[in-house]
C-alpha cells in the first residue's frame, strides 16, 4: 500500500535534518514491511525555499494541496520577531483550522537531565491551537486602532486604559475548548491513561481561562460520563474504577508540579500560550525540544512537525539534531498504521544514545559519548533498523 506524504524542508536547518531523517523514516517502513508499504513523498514550498522560488513565503498551490491532504510533515520555518511577515506556523493552523497541537513528551535513557528522575516524566500535551492570544487580534501603541479600541473599553465598561497602551484581545470560544478537552480525554481512553489534567489561569482571567476549566470538566461530564470521574470525587471516596481522572491545575502551579510531581500528570489539556510555554518547559526535563516531537491536527489533517527553531548560525554545518523531525515521523508512522517502522525508529534513537554515538548537543548531555554529524547520525540509525528484527 502507498501512503502519500507531504513535506516541507523548513527555514535554517530543515535541510539537513531532511538529508538525514527522510532516508531513516524510509528504512524503517522498508524494513518493517519488506515492500508492502510504501510512502509516496510529495514536496511543498513553504517558507524561505518558497520565497525564492516563487515570490510567496506561502504559496498558493501549497495551501490548495493542503486542503485536500490528510498527512503532511515540515521542518521549522522562520518568523521575524516583531516585524514582517506573520508566523507561517499560526497561519496554517488557523487556515486548516489546526486545532490541536499535540506533543509526547518522554525520556530516553542515557540523556543527562537537568532533574534528578526524568524518567517519570511522560505527558501528553493537548494545546488549544487556533484561540486564546495567538489569534493575532492586536494593535501597535499609539495606532488610531489602537485609540479606538482603548476609547470603546473606557466609555462603554469604565476602563482607565492609558491612550499610549498597546492592546490585544483574547477570545476563547465553548466550541474551540471544548473540541480540544474532547480529543485529550478520548485519546486517554484509547491509550488507557489514568488522568486528564485541565490547565488554566482561571483565578485570574475567570470568563476565558476559567470558562476553559468549566467547559472541559462540562465535555467529561456529559459525553464520557461512564469513562471519566473528576479528581473530587475520587477524594470524595468514590471508586474510580479505571476511568479517567478529569483533574485541573492553575497554570503556573502546573509548571511546580510537572517538576516535582510528574508521575501524577500523563495527558494535559490546555490553552494556546499556557501550552506554548509548557510544551518546551516539560521537554527541558527530559533533554529539550530537540527530543520533543509534535502535531497539527484538524478533525482531517495532520501536520506533523519539528517543535524547535530554525537555528539560522548551525544551518548548513551539519551538526544539528534531526530527533524532533525523526520522532515526529515516527508519530506520523502511528497516524497511518505503520506502527512497527514508528517503533523501529524510536529503538534506533534509543541503541544510538545507549552507544553514545549522537549528535554534538545530544553528546554534551551524554557522558563520554562521540559527537558525530547529523548525516553521520541519520547513517548509523538506519544501520540500527537494518539489524533488528520484526
Known amino acids: ?88 506556523n499560526v497561519t496554517l493552523r488557523q487556515t486548516f483550522d489546526l486545532y490541536a497541537c499535540i506533543r509526547p513528551v518522554k525520556w530516553y535513557q542515557g540523556i543527562i537531565s537537568v532533574v534528578r528522575r526524568p524518567e517519570r ?12 492570544v495567538y489569534s493575532g487580534i492586536e494593535f501597535a501603541s499609539h495606532t488610531e486602532e489602537a485609540k479606538k479600541l482603548i476609547d470603546f473599553l473606557n466609555q462603554n465598561f469604565h476602563k482607565n486604559l492609558k491612550e499610549e497602551c498597546a492592546v490585544g484581545i483574547k477570545p476563547m470560544t465553548e466550541y474551540g475548548c471544548k473540541r480540544l478537552v474532547r480529543r485529550a480525554i478520548q485519546f486517554a481512553i484509547d491509550n488507557h491513561l489514568p488522568s486528564v489534567t485541565l490547565v488554566h489561569k482561571g483565578n485570574i482571567m475567570k470568563f476565558t481561562e476559567g470558562a476553559f476549566q468549566k467547559w472541559g470538566y462540562e465535555v467529561a461530564k456529559e459525553e464520557f460520563p461512564a469513562l471519566t470521574i473528576t479528581e473530587k470525587e475520587v477524594r470524595e471516596g468514590m471508586d474510580p474504577q479505571n476511568k479517567v481522572i478529569i483533574k485541573d491545575r492553575i497554570a503556573d502551579a502546573m509548571f511546580q508540579e510537572a517538576l516535582l510531581h510528574p508521575a501524577e500528570y ?91 554515538t549522537v549528535t554534538k548537543d545530544l553528546a554534551e548531555e551524554i557522558e563520554n559519548a562521540a559527537p558525530v554529524s547529523c548525516s553521520s547520525f541519520g547513517k548509523l540509525l538506519m544501520e540500527e533498523i537494518e539489524h533488528m528484527q520484526f
Open 1 to 88: 500500500m502507498q501512503h502519500t506524504v507531504y513535506w516541507i524542508e523548513g527555514d535554517g536547518v530543515g535541510a539537513d535534518i531532511w538529508k538525514a531523517a527522510k532516508p531513516v523514516a524510509d528504512k524503517a517502513v522498508q524494513c518493517a514491511y519488506r515492500g508492502q508499504e510504501e510512502i509516496l513523498w510529495k514536496e511543498l514550498l513553504a517558507g524561505e525555499k518558497a520565497y525564492v522560488q516563487t515570490g510567496e513565503y506561502l504559496p498558493k498551490e501549497t495551501l490548495d494541496t493542503l486542503k485536500t491532504a490528510h498527512v503532511a510533515i515540515k521542518g521549522p520555518l522562520a518568523t521575524p520577531v516583531g516585524t514582517g511577515i506573520r508566523s507561517l
Open 121 to 132: 516524566v511522560n505527558m501528553t500535551i493537548f494545546r488549544e491551537n487556533t484561540e486564546d
Open 266 to 356: 500523563s495527558v494535559l489539556a490546555t490553552t494556546n500560550l499556557n501550552g506554548d510555554y509548557l510544551s518546551d518547559a516539560i521537554a527541558a526535563q527530559v533533554g529539550g525540544i530537540g527530543m520533543s516531537p509534535g502535531v497539527n491536527m484538524s478533525d482531517s489533517l495532520a501536520i506533523f512537525e519539528a517543535t524547535h527553531g530554525t537555528a539560522p548560525n548551525i544551518a548548513g554545518k551539519d551538526i544539528a539534531n534531526p530527533c524532533s523531525l525523526l520522532l515526529s515521523f515516527a508519530m506520523l508512522l502511528d497516524h497511518i498504521k505503520l506502527d512497527k517502522a514508528a517503533n523501529a525508529i524510536r529503538q534506533a534513537i534509543q541503541n544510538c544514545i545507549d552507544k553514545k
